[in-house]
């Protein structure tokens, strides 16, 4: 593995000729590349710019308030996956975490299932399961909702946050001041959603897209194929990671989506609002909703761009934009840490800053 | 929840006859003498040599895991805490913390990992105390045991004797205990399944200082793994530590395991594994003694900041920090 490593980072510095600026969409491309510093075997020219693909970091801040408030109410479980316990809402400092410690009944759960199970054994409580994560987690939460629904189960439902990863690539690259030639795309995303959303995106602007894997390897063949598009000016969607896409993706996920849930604009944390961004409930699902359950208004569409916990001492608006990077911003390693992050990119192990904290510094 | 089951009830921590018949029936037979645990205190013989002294509480939800249990963690785990200080581990205390409800059967398979862990270790347990608190004010059963060792290194060894040019190496492969216990604890089916890599250091400590190797500093790889133990040297040396990322040992299933849920291998708790800093000169003595029970070299102290770096397969540098608090996996 190493030789091969070596071999496609010598045929990358080949074919380069000139400067190009590459985007990893997905967070744990951008994890495994610090994680095996991948970027150190990169020729000087082509630079890589850190994507929003963290679904922990686009969460935006005020559904973990409502979080928060649902887990201080006492009869609710709140219960949602690892990474996000340690997000802070928009108190500075406040997470999950810190309400568990308080007293507020908060649990990990590593499937949705856990969700159902935990209803049906508690059947006194209300059990609210904060559904986060792109079109990778999605299906297991379309899944949870046919089942409950199936059940009859009254006690418990979903305060959803789901995010499609397409649209956010549309708005990166609809903004004036991107800087993105070529995106890889997020392989485990593809696998579900297929390369047609892609195909749109390459045909309105023009950019090659390469849906990539995550092993070393993975990344330097989707990096290399995307300068090849890049320098031979043919831009397209190139599968690097066939073993595990299919270009019309998972049927099966793909209807369970589309019978669970539909696109709505949504707020993303530091990036503002996103047409299309989202997923909401359908009826008849639309019931399982945690906010109309519990009276809580829907996502905010004004939420501002910027991380709202926090003032000018966070950039990470701009840092999951790709506009800096981690380094630069006046906060990193100081004011913020892991240990007491201000924005949600220090807290997942996908986000940049903190794959920039445990890994460079 | 059977309610005909033999449970802890408060009375056995009340101190009076239900207290006794606790303690006749399941814990005397644990004692090296058991007539001695009828007084307040044991008392030992005078040993030659400077001695070792520790103490550890142990809190592990579920108190049973594949290959283990919290009565064998305690009594390995103080008897290593000794062996780190180049010590044979000699005699323990053990202290109770019993929660009204727990089950007498599972106390029992306690006990009786207890036995077997002292006899694997050369320890005798020589006195100990007894507690019940009401249900819901602790977590089943909570452990403290302390231990007292005989100091057999000939020099002393701790960060302040660790040397630029020092070699590091490891007893054997990383990451087995944390995610035995993860697995436990989240309900993961792992296949194969993994168990516990506990158990007792100090027959391989003593068999190097036995072939003549010198140790700078001994560390046992538990909470933090061996990512937090390098960060502790490196910040009290003020020395920089060199690791090559293809030494380090790590079970495949424990790779694959941490890839899916998003650990670091090197953060995993481990149970039965020791990190040893020795002069260079010593390093083909240590490498040979290691080897021979599937431990490793995986680098060296160098002059520098006080960071942990690691050099990675491909020849890129990253660093290796310590993880920030609870181990928490990941979303997808």
């Known amino acids: 593995m190493p030789s091969q490593v070596e071999a496609l980072s010598r045929r990358l510095a080949q074919q380069l000729s000139r400067p190009w600026t590459v985007m990893e969409v997905c967070g744990g491309q951008t994890h495994s590349l610090l994680r095996w510093g991948l970027d150190q075997l990169l020729p000087v020219d082509l630079r890589l710019i850190h994507g929003p693909g963290c679904p922990v970091c686009v969460t935006s801040a005020a559904t973990i308030d409502q979080a928060l408030a649902l887990a201080r109410t ?152 995307a300068v090849e598009l890049l320098e031979a000016g043919t831009p397209r969607v190139a599968n690097a990671y066939r073993r595990a896409v299919q270009p019309e993706g998972n049927p099966v996920a793909r209807a369970l989506l589309e019978e669970v849930f539909t696109p709505v604009d949504q707020p993303w944390r530091g990036l503002g609002v996103i047409r299309q961004g989202g997923l909401a409930l359908r009826p008849p699902y639309d019931t399982l909703e945690a906010r109309q359950r519990f009276g809580l208004a829907a996502p905010e569409l004004a939420e501002e761009p910027g991380c709202p916990s926090c003032d000018a001492a966070c950039i990470s608006g701009e840092v999951l934009q790709g506009r800096v990077t981690p380094d630069q911003c006046p906060s990193f390693g100081g004011a913020c840490t892991p240990e007491h992050p201000l924005g949600a990119p220090m807290v997942s192990s996908e986000g940049a800053c903190a794959a920039w904290w445990r890994y460079r510094r | 929840m059977s309610e005909s089951q033999e449970r802890i009830r408060l009375g056995h921590g009340g101190g009076g006859t239900m207290m006794q018949a606790l303690i006749d029936q399941e814990f005397r037979g644990l004692y090296a003498d058991p007539q001695l645990v009828l007084h307040d205190a044991a008392t030992l013989g005078r040993p030659s040599g400077a001695l070792a002294f520790t103490t550890d509480s142990y809190v592990v939800h579920p108190l049973e895991f594949p290959g283990g249990d919290i009565g064998q963690l305690a009594i390995t785990g103080t008897a290593n805490d000794l062996a780190m200080a180049g010590a044979r581990p000699q005699q323990i205390s053990v202290a109770w913390i019993l929660e009204e409800g727990f089950e007498l059967a599972c106390l029992r398979r306690i006990v009786a990992s207890m036995a077997t862990a002292a006899l694997a270790c050369g320890v005798a347990i020589v006195t100990g105390d007894t507690k019940v608190v009401e249900r819901g004010k602790a977590d089943r059963l909570f452990l403290t045991t302390s231990g007292i060792g005989v100091i057999k290194s000939p020099s002393p060894i701790g960060p302040g004797a660790i040397q630029v040019g020092d070699q590091l190496l490891v007893s054997g492969d990383l990451g087995r205990h944390g995610l035995a216990i993860l697995a436990a604890r989240h309900g993961l089916s792992l296949e194969p399944p993994l168990a516990t890599d506990c158990m007792p250091l100090w027959p391989q400590v003593e068999a190097c200082l036995q072939a003549g190797v010198r140790f700078h500093c001994l560390r046992d790889l538990t909470r933090g793994g061996l990512a937090s133990a390098l960060q502790e040297l490196a910040s009290a040396a003020g020395m920089e530590l060199h690791l090559e990322e293809e030494r380090v040992p790590v079970a495949a299933a424990v790779a694959t395991a941490c890839d899916i849920l998003g650990f670091e291998p090197l953060h995993l708790a481990n149970e039965g594994r020791f990190l040893a800093v020795v002069p260079p000169e010593q390093r083909a003595l240590a490498e040979e003694l290691f080897t021979a029970h599937g431990g490793q070299w995986i680098g060296e102290v160098r002059a520098g900041s006080t960071r942990v770096v690691l050099r990675t397969r491909y020849g890129s540098e990253r660093l290796l920090v310590p993880p920030t608090g609870e181990l928490l996996p990941r979303i997808c």
């Open chain 1, 74 to 225: 006492p009869g609710v479980i709140l219960c949602t996956y690892g990474d996000m316990l340690r997000v802070p809402g928009t108190e500075r400092g406040v997470d999950l975490l810190g309400v568990r410690a308080a007293g507020g009944e908060v649990q990990l759960l590593t499937s949705p299932r856990d969700a159902l199970l935990l209803a049906q054994e508690r059947p006194d409580q209300d059990v609210v399961f904060l559904a986060v994560g792109f079109e990778t987690t999605a299906p297991a939460t379309a899944l949870l909702a046919r089942q409950a629904r199936a059940l009859g189960l009254s006690n418990l439902s979903l305060l959803t946050a789901h995010v499609r990863v397409a649209p956010a690539m549309e708005a990166i690259l609809a903004d004036p001041a991107n800087q993105v030639q070529a995106f890889l795309a997020a392989g485990h995303v593809c696998s579900v959603i297929g390369t047609a959303e892609l195909e749109e995106l390459v045909a309105r602007f023009q950019v090659p897209v390469v849906v990539t894997g995550f092993e070393p390897a993975d990344l330097m063949v989707g990096l290399l194929e």
